[in-house]
């Protein structure tokens, strides 16, 4: 996703470059920035989403580890009661 994003930002960027070389008209400027805006967007929300997933990833993993811990203090006192 993240290279579709940096894709869609380059030909953004290429839209806009032969709109202002070729001396487009308005609609051609204001659409290729529109554009070039949308991608840069979809960039930046995929790149949240991805350090959101890392972050879950992790609380996930320090979750499991902890209820591992709690078990395994358990188990002991059980031992030593017994």
């Known amino acids: 996703?993240?290279?579709?994003?940096?894709?869609?930002?380059?030909?953004?960027?290429?839209?806009?470059?032969?709109?202002?070389l070729n001396m487009g008209e308005v609609f051609r400027q204001v659409n290729s920035?529109?554009?070039?805006?949308?991608?840069?967007?979809?960039?930046?929300?995929?790149?949240?989403k991805s350090k959101e997933q890392k972050?879950?990833?992790y609380?996930?993993?320090?979750f499991v580890l902890e209820r591992e811990i709690r078990s395994l203090k358990e188990g002991r006192e059980k031992l030593a009661d017994y």
Do not use: N, P
């Not at 996703?1 to 202002?20: H, K, R």
């Not at 920035?33 to 949240?48: E, G, K, N, P, Y």
């Not at 609380?59 to 320090?62: G, Y």
């Open 1 to 20: 996703m993240l290279i579709w994003c940096g894709v869609l930002f380059a030909l953004a960027i290429f839209a806009f470059v032969d709109s202002v």
């Open 33 to 48: 920035v529109l554009f070039m805006l949308i991608s840069l967007a979809l960039f930046v929300r995929t790149s949240t």
């Open 55 to 57: 972050l879950e990833k």
């Open 59 to 62: 609380q996930d993993k320090i």
